[in-house]
């Protein structure tokens, strides 16, 4: 089977300025479970799926009261509408950030983890390849690289499975946004 036979067509494209209320309507009148968003050029910004719509049922931060979240927002269930109504006046591209991030942090940690069918980089090597990454949304890799370079950060997160390899501890701490501060 050749993906060409389970695209629909005309495929399902939307601009990534595009109202959420006209990509709904775009995936209902077309019985789509997803929809690609495309920017100026016609290049992939990402996917908006049906689930993109469906609140989750979140633990709020610090209780034992759980809400649904939809777009980043939390869903109170005494105020939902104001929720709904903010989200009218949101497009495309507004609710992609999230997918954008999640793909530059899988993208870092596939590279650093050493697995049994390759070795581990560096995390400059992966930072380096990050920024080299045309499809990556290169504001959001410079805000992660940003963030990573908090000193004790990636410490934090290592494990006995997960240990950072660097070229240099100590210059990668020293260099913010790419650029060596010697």
């Known amino acids: 089977m050749l993906i060409r036979e389970l695209m629909v067509q005309p ?7 595009t109202p959420l209320a006209e990509v709904a309507q775009v995936m209902l009148a077309r019985h789509l479970a997803c929809v690609a968003v495309v920017d100026d ?21 610090f209780s034992t009261e759980r809400l649904p979240k939809l777009f980043g927002e939390w869903m109170p269930r005494w105020d939902v509408e104001k ?3 903010a989200a009218r006046g949101l497009k495309a591209k507004d609710i992609l950030t999230e997918a954008k991030l999640l793909s530059v942090c899988d993208i870092f940690d596939a590279m650093t983890t050493k697995r049994t069918y390759k ?16 499809g ?38 020293r260099q913010k946004a790419g650029r060596d501060k010697n």
């Open 136 to 173: 990556l949304d290169q504001g959001l890799v410079e805000k992660f690289a940003k963030v990573i370079r908090k000193p004790g950060f990636l410490d934090s997160l290592e494990d006995d499975s997960h240990v950072f390899v660097y070229d240099d501890r100590r210059a990668f701490y």
């Open 41 to 61: 050029r016609g290049e992939l910004c990402g996917v908006i799926t049906e689930e993109d719509f469906v609140p989750e049922d979140r633990l709020v931060p």
């Open 119 to 134: 070795d581990e980089v560096s995390v400059e090597k992966a930072l380096e390849e990050l920024r080299g990454n045309a």
């Open 11 to 17: 495929p399902a494209v939307v601009h990534q300025d």
């Open 83 to 85: 929720v709904y109504k």
